[in-house]
C-alpha cells in the first residue's frame, strides 16, 4: 500500500453545484481515476485525508464539504436526529444532496477527461449514506461506491435504479461490530438488500465501534485497486 504523504488543495467551489471540496496533492496530470470522499455529519472535508493517503497516486481525490453548515468546521449532508426507533432524517435534504453531489461527478469527470467506468464514491458514515444514495439511483454516473460504517436509506428504496442498470456496480461495504451509533445489523441490512438487487459486493466487519480502523482503510485501498 502506498503511504507517500499528500497534501490539500485550498478550499475551491464547484459554480454549477455550489459544492466545495478540496483535491490531494500533488494531483496527478493525467488521473486513471477518480475518488471522491464524503465525509460524516458534523465532519468535513479533512476528515478522510487519512483513508486517502494509501490510494494510488495516480487517482484523482476529490474530499467534498456537505452543504450544511453546523458549526466553523462542522458539516453535513442532511439533518438527523436519533431517537430510540433509530435515525429520522431529513429526506428533502437528502434528495438535494444527492442531486449535487450526483452533478459534481459529472463536473469533475468533464474537467478532467475522467469517465463513470474509472469513477469511485466513498464515505464514512452519513458519507457512506449518500455514496451508496448516489450510486444506487445513478448507476450509470460511476463504477464503484464504498460505504463505511454507514447504511443504506431505507427512504430510497422507491427510487433505486432497476437490476439492469445496476448490474455493473461494484460495492464495498465495512462496518464495525460494536458501532453504538449506527448498529451493525445496518451493515446486514445493506448486505442482504444488495445482493438482492444483484449488485456485486464484499462485506467488512470489525471489532471496533463507529469510525474507520486500520484494518477497514488497508481493505478499502485494496479493494479500490482491485
Not at 101 to 114: P, V
Not at 150 to 168: F, K
Request: no cysteine; aromatic share 6%; charged share 10%.
Amino acid at each position: 500500500m502506498n503511504t507517500t504523504p499528500f497534501a490539500l488543495s485550498a478550499l475551491q467551489t464547484d459554480s454549477a453545484t455550489q459544492l466545495s471540496y478540496r483535491q490531494r496533492l500533488p494531483a496527478p496530470a493525467t488521473p486513471t481515476q477518480l475518488l471522491v470522499l464524503l465525509h460524516g455529519v458534523g465532519g468535513n472535508e479533512t476528515h478522510l485525508l487519512d483513508l486517502a493517503t494509501g490510494v494510488d497516486p495516480d487517482t484523482l481525490v476529490v474530499l467534498v464539504r456537505g452543504p450544511l453548515p453546523m458549526g466553523p468546521t462542522q458539516f453535513a449532508f442532511f439533518n438527523v436526529n436519533f431517537s430510540g426507533t433509530g435515525p429520522r432524517i431529513n429526506p428533502e435534504q437528502a434528495e438535494h444532496s444527492r442531486q449535487l453531489l450526483i452533478a459534481l461527478l459529472l463536473q469533475l469527470q468533464q474537467q478532467h477527461g475522467i469517465t463513470p467506468a474509472q469513477t469511485v464514491i466513498a464515505g464514512f458514515s452519513q458519507g457512506g449514506i449518500m455514496s451508496a444514495s448516489v450510486a444506487l439511483t445513478s448507476p450509470e454516473s460511476l463504477r464503484a461506491f464504498g460505504l463505511l460504517s454507514g447504511r443504506i436509506l431505507p427512504e430510497l428504496e422507491p427510487v433505486i435504479a432497476s437490476q439492469e442498470r445496476l448490474a455493473t456496480l461494484r460495492a464495498f461495504v465495512s462496518h464495525g461490530e460494536q458501532d453504538g451509533v449506527l448498529p451493525v445489523h445496518w451493515a446486514q441490512r445493506s448486505d442482504a438488500l444488495l445482493t438482492q438487487l444483484g449488485v456485486q459486493h464484499t462485506l467488512h466487519l470489525y471489532a471496533m465501534d463507529h469510525g474507520i480502523s486500520a484494518g477497514m482503510q488497508k481493505d478499502f485501498v485494496e479493494w479500490l485497486a482491485a
